[in-house]
């Protein structure tokens, strides 16, 4: 999945690769109003597109979805 974010300091907007999953390892449906998901990115500047409270799209091809972000965690 492609994730598109914007930097909260330049505006500037990004994709990213993400490996997504939910909290039940089941598909993500199509049309659900609400998922809780985990998005996995790489790169030594996510932080600055992909902070707590900041806004994010699912992208393929198209918007196909939207969401904020609610924690985050560096490994």
């Known amino acids: 999945m492609v994730v598109r974010a ?3 300091e330049t505006h500037c907007s990004r994709i990213f690769s ?6 039940d390892d089941a598909p993500l449906p199509p049309g659900s109003p609400r998922v809780v998901a985990t ?7 996510v932080p ?17 979805g939207h969401g904020i972000i609610s924690r985050r965690l560096f490994t």
């Open 6 to 8: 914007r930097h909260r």
């Open 18 to 23: 993400a490996l997504i999953s939910s909290d």
């Open 39 to 45: 998005l996995r990115l790489a790169g030594d500047d």
């Open 48 to 64: 600055g597109y992909l902070d707590i409270g900041g806004h994010f799209g699912l992208w393929r091809g198209g918007d196909i």
